[in-house]
């Protein structure tokens, strides 16, 4: 691959110049293209922050597919770090670029097996209620009815809400899967999804995906060049990296919930509607008539030994008043009751696994029935994956550096369970060994990476760069928007602080500054919190006021999230007022989004205890927890936020943070000096509403 190429397609008078509508030249996405092609050819990883309107994808895109061209026999895999941007890469970037460019090579959508429908479990799932079934009105109706429609069988291509309880039991299961034995095998979308991405040159994944992918190759010993979840890819463009941190620890975490135990156990032991159990299915063939009644004794045993040990979480998190707690050594003398809870529940696991075994192992179990005990066996191996994450957790002798947290959850029909957790404290080395070191190529890109630190602060979460002679490119392009011209920043000096021991102080202001402004703006705002007990305490408090006004307020859990952004699209005048997720992801360009306010500055809460454990980590050792970790992190979700204003040339509008803290404290203009240079007049909050009426309106 030549940077003549390159050149061809991103020059002022290139490709996209003459050929794509509305196009212009930016010297920053050249430059990106430039450095993704090096990366490329010299094997090397490569991190980069592509400010908004870079046109950061066709940045990667385009080399990918000259890479693609010039070397068939090679797969480049990209993963986004949310489903939507993978659809809007697949379905509409790489369309419009390879009609630019007339150029293509085979690409795949490549998406976690359980977001695939599994046609024979949807088959059974109906043969269970069948009126029901047979009403397209209803819920298992309707994805019937879509299941003769469909041609990817993905839940994202559903026209409306599945439960996520529903989608469980319809969802394509690896391990439930009978392959070529399957009667469906032909029409299957999984395998249909799988056979394109074998025979493609680009995957669009995800970084879910693509962390199943890293930790079965780490855990089995697979190379790359070797089918895994994914087939063999030698370069890697991972999009959204910011988040490869936070998705890695989900993804490396391993859990208890005893939820999820019982769910396997009613599997087991559950009659259906038209159909035996698992257990009475194959209880006519165990050649010891005892042996299906001390199953279903063990089983009964089981349950109850998980619903002791549940109680007594749920006990322990209502007496410590917390949604999150972190258990230390320190602590282990006052866990004697988990412990013993939690070995009764190994013990019946192990017994349950044992006496199973043994009715698939002795029993004359007929041919047709091999996927029922393949059924049996797995819901007894999920069990045993509960049972085998308490095992880590109580053996308290060989506790390593790794988080060990209870957390409190909601586990349907208004109940609470508890799970139990084991993270890594850090994900820096499961990421060199399983990924880094091991590809070609990779290149890390977002908008948000780095903060005026050569990437030190994002390469140390993630293990970059990695200590070994691979080239390692860092590069940042500013976005080629004007930002002194099209926005203004405000941020009242005079705002009071956030106290846990007067928040009314502060709940007061927000919900008055917040009110004067959205009016002075005329709606057309998204209105960004850090707690979602605030937002619905300040929205509760500006509905009235909202309605009077003829806007339309919105928040975040009535709807999902891409209803509620549609609406927000739709209507330019309404507001959003979100929490967490919608501090990126959301593109609103032109009149629609012309007012950002930044309730308070996005610190992580202190409680959680993965980041309280990674906090004390670095102050153990001599470092700042505060200053190498949380400042930083906020730092990077506070430009994120930041972002979601202005998202083309013409866009403009006001941010405004009611965090004094962002003016006074010095950290605070720290934080202020890595986004992107704005209009930012000292203001007081009473200058509030004229400065955006003046900015929007003279």
């Known amino acids: 691959m030549e940077n003549s190429e ?36 010299e094997h090397a990883i490569a991190a980069i922050e592509a400010g908004t309107g870079i046109g950061k994808s066709f940045a990667y895109l385009v080399p990918a597919l000259l890479w693609a061209i010039e070397h068939p026999k090679e797969r480049t895999v990209v993963a986004t770090s949310t489903i939507n941007l993978q659809k809007q890469l697949f379905d509409k970037d790489i369309v419009q670029l390879f009609s630019l460019l007339e ?35 209803s819920e298992i109706g309707s994805i019937v009815a879509w299941s003769a429609e469909t041609e990817t069988g993905l839940k994202t291509d559903f026209p409306g809400r599945i439960r996520a309880k529903v989608w469980s039991e319809i969802c394509s299961d690896a391990d439930l899967c009978l392959g070529y034995k399957c009667s469906y095998f032909r029409d299957c979308y999984f395998m249909k999804s799988r056979k394109r991405a074998a025979e493609s040159n ?9 962390f199943t992918d890293a930790r079965s190759r780490m855990i089995d010993g697979i190379d790359y060049d070797e089918d895994a979840v994914l087939p063999p890819f030698q370069r890697l463009v991972i999009d959204e990296a910011h988040n490869i941190e936070h998705n890695a620890t989900d993804f490396f975490t391993t859990t208890y919930s005893g939820h999820e135990m019982v769910r396997s156990i009613g599997r087991l032991s559950r009659q259906k509607r038209h159909a035996k159990a698992l257990l009475d299915e194959l209880a006519p063939y165990a050649q010891d008539d005892s042996l299906p009644g001390e199953i279903t004794t063990e089983l009964s045993l089981l349950t109850e030994a998980i619903g002791y040990l549940d109680t007594y979480l749920l006990g322990l998190m209502q007496q410590s008043r917390v949604f999150n707690l972190l258990i230390t050594p320190a602590m282990h003398g006052s866990l004697g009751d988990f412990v013993r809870l939690s070995e009764s529940v190994t013990a019946h696991t192990e017994r349950l696994d044992a006496l199973v075994k043994q009715l698939v192992q002795t029993g004359k179990i007929p041919e047709e029935l091999d996927y029922r005990v393949r059924e049996m066996v797995v819901h007894v191996r999920r069990i045993q994956s509960g049972a085998q994450a308490l095992t880590l957790f109580i053996d308290f002798p060989r506790w390593t550096q790794d988080v060990h947290w209870f957390e409190l959850v909601d586990t349907g029909n208004a109940t609470k369970g508890v799970q139990v957790h084991i993270s890594p404290l850090s994900v820096a080395r499961p990421l060199q060994e399983s990924l880094f070191s091991k590809l070609s190529t990779v290149i890390c890109t977002s908008a948000t990476l780095d903060l005026h630190d050569q990437f030190t602060y994002w390469g140390s979460r993630v293990g ?12 940042v392009h500013h976005s080629p928007f ?71 307020l919105m928040r975040q859990g009535d709807e999902d999230r891409s209803h509620l952004l549609n609406r927000f699209m739709v209507d330019k005048d309404s507001v959003l007022f979100a929490t967490d997720s919608f501090w990126e992801g ?33 102050d153990s050792v001599g470092k ?45 203009r720290w934080m202020l000096e890595a986004l992107p240079q704005s209009y930012h007049p000292e203001t007081a909050t009473e200058g509030v509403p004229a400065k955006i009426e003046s900015f929007l309106f003279s």
Request: some cysteine.
């Open 586 to 618: 959301v593109d609103a360009p032109g009149d629609t989004l012309r007012l950002v306010i930044i309730v308070k500055l996005p610190f992580r809460v202190p409680t959680d205890p993965v980041f309280k454990a990674r906090q004390e980590a670095l």
């Open 624 to 668: 700042s927890g505060f200053f190498q970790l949380a400042l930083p992190e906020a730092t990077m979700k506070l430009k994120q936020g930041f972002g979601r204003l202005l998202r083309n040339t013409v866009d403009s509008g006001i941010v405004l943070i009611l965090d004094s803290r962002v003016v006074n404290k010095q950290y605070g």
């Open 202 to 210: 680009i995957l669009i994944g995800n970084h879910h995906l693509l």
């Open 103 to 137: 150029k293509s090579c085979p690409i795949a959508l490549v998406m976690g097996r359980s977001n695939y429908l599994c046609l024979r479990r949807l088959e059974e799932a109906a043969d269970d209620t069948p009126l029901i079934a047979r009403d397209p009105l």
């Open 464 to 475: 970059l760069p990695i200590l070994d002679e691979r080239p390692y490119f860092t590069a």
């Open 6 to 41: 390159i050149y061809q397609v991103f020059d002022a008078d290139g490709i996209l110049s003459k050929r794509f509508t509305g196009y212009e030249f930016r010297d920053g996405q050249l430059e990106m293209a430039l450095t993704v092609a090096r990366a490329y050819e």
């Open 482 to 552: 004007d930002f002194k011209q099209n926005l203004l920043l405000l941020t009242p000096n005079d705002a009071p602080v956030f106290s846990e021991k007067n928040p009314e102080a502060f709940f007061s202001y927000c919900s008055n500054t917040i009110r004067d402004a959205i009016y002075a703006s005329g709606g057309g705002a998204l209105v960004l919190f850090t707690s979602y007990a605030m937002l619905r305490k300040v929205s509760e408090q500006l509905l009235p006021d909202m309605e009077k006004a003829g806007i339309s």
